[in-house]
């Protein structure tokens, strides 16, 4: 498996990847902020797409460039206070970044609903596992390939 087989060999323009529920308890960069290994599997995966650009999917604060300065929260999606769809599109549209293609997407099946609300052509490479064991095993093979 190439990490570009999702894109058919191009680096994607945009790649999406989720925030986590493990976080630094101080204010910091977005890219600093989640230490959990399945949002860590992701930022690998992701990287090795080399992709144009690369967000976080924030349940709380929406979409974030890695150096966007957050403060910890603890917001799940569809919790009073998380993003909502209407949030996200309108971030897209001021962030300039809602017509990329290709997209890809990379999290659980919440955060792929969400992104798909914004880019429903994107690209899901973990669609289709069986749990977070399948997944963090297919995020460790595409950031494998690009090593």
């Known amino acids: 498996m190439t ?3 999702y894109t058919d060999g191009v680096a994607p323009e945009l790649v999406v990847i989720p925030c986590g529920a493990r976080k630094l308890d101080h ?3 977005a890219a600093d902020m989640y230490i959990g290994s399945y949002h860590r599997a992701c930022r690998r995966a992701a990287e090795a797409l ?3 650009r690369l967000v976080i999917l924030s349940a709380r604060y929406g979409l974030l460039d890695l150096d966007d300065e957050i403060e910890p929260y603890d917001t799940p ?8 769809v209407g949030l996200l599109r309108d971030q897209a549209r001021t962030r300039g970044i809602v ?5 890809v997407v990379l999290g659980g099946a919440r955060h792929v609903t969400l992104a798909r609300s914004v880019w429903p052509h994107a690209l899901t490479p973990l669609s289709g596992t069986r749990g977070m064991g399948e997944q963090l095993a297919r995020l460790a093979a595409m950031a494998r390939s690009a090593a």
Not at 77 to 84: D, E
Not at 99 to 103: G, M
Request: proline share 14%; glycine share 10%.
């Open 3 to 5: 990490p570009n087989e």
């Open 27 to 29: 204010r910091a960069r």
């Open 50 to 52: 080399r992709p144009d």
């Open 77 to 84: 999606h569809g919790a009073v206070g998380a993003v909502t």
């Open 99 to 103: 017509a990329l293609d290709p997209v």
